[in-house]
């Protein structure tokens, strides 16, 4: 692995742990801005559900469309060292996210995010082709959800909504 490639690891890998440790992060997931597929998940993954099993249809087909057009790759089957997520959960041997079903919900949340983003990008550039989406914050009276696009990467940062 370059130095380069390991110098960037290293920069994300601190970027997500000092996230997850501010007070209201429940969780921190890195996707890859061209496919979608999770990288990295930080935090209280577990606590991540999305209603598509509860409501289906609509929600089931936005993240199978996802699934089918390149966009989510599902996380068990990313690959890639420098410590991110293969088969067993991680690159680097370290059990920081938890298994499979415990992340169906941040997968399908990924899945719709990274679908969010995409139709944001192509807003934004309807609207002005010389402009570009730098954040997006989608606030919920349970959450708000954080989104930072990078030319590489999506970062989510789940936040508590506080009470007002």
Sequence with gaps: MSADLTSSNDVL?????RLAKKAGVKATILLDRATGSIL?????????????????????AAVQNANANGGMVDSSTSTNGGGFLDESGN?????DIAPADETKGARELAALVWN???ASGDLVQAIDTEDELKLLRLRTKKQELVIVPDAK???IVIH?????
């Design 153 to 155: 990467y999506l970062l």
């Design 116 to 118: 969010y983003v995409k």
């Design 13 to 17: 890998d601190e970027t997500l742990g």
């Design 40 to 60: 990295k998940m930080e935090g209280q993954i577990s606590s991540i559900h999305t209603s598509i099993g509860a409501k289906g249809d609509a929600a089931a």
């Design 160 to 164: 508590d909504t506080p009470p007002a």
């Design 91 to 95: 690159g680097d041997g370290k059990s």
